[in-house]
Structures are given as C-alpha cells and as structure tokens.
C-alpha cells in the first residue's frame, strides 16, 4: 500500500511571483501620485505662510496705528520675508523690531517678485495704519513657484486686499 503524499503548508513560487507582480504594479501607479501630492502641499504651505505674514503685518500696523515694514531678509526674497514695527522711529531695522520672520521656503520651492512689472528681488513695503501699502507700487505680484511647471501668485494692491490666484505656469520650468 502507497502513502498518501502530504502537502505541506504555504505559498508556491507561482503563488509569490503572483503577488509580488500584483504588488510592484500597485506601487509603480502610487508612487508618482504621491510625489505630486507632496509637491503641491509644499507649494500650497509656501503660499499660505506667505500670504498669512503678509495678512499678520496689515493686520499689526491697523492695531498699533502706525506703519509696519515688510522686507526681504538679507535683500533677497529667497531668503525670506521679515515684518517688523520701526519702533526707535530711524527708519530702519535694528535688532528687537522683528515682529515676524518667514523663513526662506523649500528647496524646491521659488519665489519671485515683480513691482509694476519690474523684477523686484530685494522687496521692501510697509503697510500704513488704515491697512494700505505704501513703496509697494500700485500693483506687486509675488509668484510661489515648485521648480517644475505649478505655481500660485500672491498679488498685492495698492489698497492692501490681497489676491490668490492659482494654477499660475511659471516661467523657466
């Protein structure tokens, strides 16, 4: 009399190729999702902190009924926005007067201004006590931009009213 073969327990190789196939085909589809997910989250946090330091320093300078000063830190706007409240009255910053810094954005993240259509990179406007921008021009843009192809613009009105407008291409991508 024979004996019955036992089957042991477990996957067959053709079981586990299966599975991993199934599994790098799902991973192949997600994964790129994912990084553009990332990428637009980056820009959506640049674009808010820009426009929420923007919307803090009017804020201020209504409160305190005096001009509060918006500039690029160390005259470039790669390197971050800083507000700050004059409050010696020299006109200009001195250490104390910082009210807010903004931190230069992500790596992969660009900004870049323009004053009534000119190039603006050491950017420098102070808000007035009824929330109106004054040395900002009539008209400044500011675009926020992810290095590849997406991008928003921050524009500021002479008025102080702030406008998001998104979906910006930007150039040089």
Do not use: H
């Amino acid at each position: 009399m024979r004996k019955a073969r036992q089957l042991a327990p477990g996957f067959t190789l053709i079981e586990l190729m299966i599975v991993i196939t199934i599994l790098a085909i799902v991973i192949a589809v997600g994964v790129p999702s994912f990084s553009q997910m990332i990428r637009k989250n980056r820009l959506a946090a640049a674009t808010n902190d820009l426009a929420g330091a923007l919307q803090y320093a009017r804020a201020e300078a209504v409160r305190r009924g005096r001009s509060v000063q918006v500039a690029a830190k160390s005259g470039d706007l790669a390197n971050g926005l800083r507000v700050w409240f004059d409050d010696n009255g020299n006109g200009s910053y001195d250490d104390g007067e910082t009210l807010r810094e903004l931190a230069a954005p992500a790596t992969s993240i660009d900004l870049s201004a323009e004053k009534d259509g000119s190039a603006a990179t050491n950017l420098s406007f102070s808000y007035t006590a009824q929330g109106a921008v004054s040395g900002g021009g009539n008209e400044l843009k500011i675009n926020i931009c992810d290095g590849v192809d997406d991008g928003r613009q921050l524009k500021l009105l002479a008025s102080g009213v702030l406008r998001l407008k998104s979906d910006v291409t930007c150039s040089g991508a």
